[in-house]
DNA sequence: CAGCTTGAGTGAACAGCGTTAACTGTTAAC
DNA sequence: GTTAACAGTTAACGCTGTTCACTCAAGCTG
């Protein structure tokens, strides 16, 4: 005999692992309340008394995917003991692209849509946010970490400009105290992931490389090295 | 007295106009079926007459943005006459960050999800692809346009690989037979501008910098710089 | 143990969605 | 002047998210 509380939070999960399933079937279009009622053998009403909305529901599947990602990403960090950092990077980064490749739904349901509604006040509680801020911190901290192991030459500030100085200052304590030509250099480096991996999953590269790997491979040696980081050739 | 193939086309028209309009004030999910048909003051099944579903009518709407974008892309390089191809790049760059970041509801139409489906025998037949195409092709041109005006500098085949070249090598003659290593950059060019313009746009950047244009620009500076092209700096 | 309260779940209903079928006029063509 | 094509309507189907009133069992309290 199980606690109300125990039986509340197991289907809980048992409604977000359909919500789940569906997704991965479907696309974000098949996860519906009915479906996913449908998917428990309940009324659509019931899970109400476990979500406020339908879009509570995918938001709270979002802030999981997120999470799910992050320790995925954080545990190929630790299980695979590698002491160099430019290597710990790599790895990261070939990881997110395996996760958006295997789970492109998923993934769309993270990244391919524009952030709900960035203005509003309480946005920075949601779980969702929190979640996605966990993820953006596996990057920021491992690229902290490498500067302040091994420095990386920052491009001048001529090419940067007072104004991106600036504001990259204002975020330096956000950035274990790095200075802004590197903060500049470690945002570069995530938004070419980013957009790379993105362009990738989205088939938004099809056209010109039916495989991007190769791409990606290169792409990511340029960029390691603009981070000091010393990458095997590639034959 | 119009003839009835003018009227038909006028309707037509009149329909997409609906459509973009609904697109712009409430998002992609507001220009629905019906809420178009309300728009006119026409029954629903009356749109059936002039789209087979609404998939359609929708896929119609993207293709006319692409097009709309496409041109407003071509006049703003002969409008404004620059003989300075690099130059001419930059505005193109600008140009269609404007065009996001003015019409932010159009541009995730555009660009914020998958293509529908990539492997479907008659794909490359479809409006909305050759739209793509066509707006790929102001970018790819002009690169191209740039390299046999002043061949830029490209890495070395040993960041490349054996395998990228292979596949780039295969792109040669739609890229009006630039060397490998050089549509190595362009692609790079493109993969960087894009990424940078969807995460302004889709506001994934938001919690590290505001405002993105300094960023921007410094990027562009660098892109820019890769392909060969003097920019001038910021400050 | 009795009584009351909480909460999970149901059934019926509402408004809105995309879509189809059968039907009505109007308009162009032979 | 008859006929055929066409734009548009009405009614309906199955689907969606959501609300309200209700039932029934579990848990706590006197």
Redesign the interface.
Known sequence: MESRDRRRAATLAEIKAAARRLLVSGGSAAVGLRAVARELGLTPPALYRYFPSHEALISALIADLYDELTTALMQLQTTEDVPDLGERLYLLANGLRNWGLAH?AEF?LL?????PA?DADDHDETPGHQAA?RF?AVFKELVAQIWHWKPFPY?PD???????IA?LTQ?SE?FQGMPPGAI?LS??YW??L???I??E???????????AG??F???L??IGEALGLDCP???
């Open positions: 492109p769309a990244f391919g849509t524009a952030v960035p801020m953006g491009p001529e090419l940067l400009g007072r104004e991106l504001q975020e956000h500049y945002l570069t938004t070419r980013y957009g790379l993105c362009m999953v989205f088939g938004q590269l099809h056209w010109v490389l039916p495989d190769a791409y491979e290169a792409q040696r340029e050739p590639a034959d």
